[in-house]
């Protein structure tokens, strides 16, 4: 099992930015991969970023890129989403996820920190 706990959501205004956080703990070295999914009000879970632990490779949705930072501090354990030049469009629940398999969906999931911005 892995536990996976978000924090570091808030409301923003429309231009700033946010930092989101997600600390595993439990079977941390089943984690292949971790990411980054959100949902807004109505609208399905998406996916946003992602990160393969061992080899850094790194996949984004392209509302993400050019803007959003996926990033992890594998001594620590913990993923991390920079999130710069936000606007309304971005206000949603952001979940962090594990994969512990190379395809697929995730299979741990955490709690979701909610993002908000205003215009």
């Known amino acids: 099992q892995v536990q996976l706990v978000e924090s570091g959501g808030g409301l923003v205004q429309a231009g700033g930015s946010l930092r989101l956080s997600c600390a595993a703990s439990?079977?941390?070295?089943?984690?292949?991969?971790m990411g980054w999914f959100r949902q807004a009000p109505g609208k399905e879970r998406e996916f946003v970023a992602s990160?393969?632990?061992?080899?850094?490779?790194?996949r984004y949705a392209d509302a993400a890129k050019g803007r959003f930072t996926i990033s992890t501090d594998n001594a620590e354990n913990t993923l991390y989403l920079q999130m710069n030049s936000l606007g309304p469009e971005d206000t949603a629940v952001y979940y962090c996820?594990?994969?512990?398999?190379?395809?697929?969906?995730?299979?741990?999931w955490g709690q979701g920190t909610q993002v908000t911005v205003s215009s």
């Open positions: 990160i393969i632990r061992t080899i850094g490779y790194k």
């Open positions: 439990g079977r941390t070295d089943s984690s292949r991969r």
């Open positions: 996820a594990v994969w512990t398999g190379a395809f697929g969906n995730p299979n741990y």
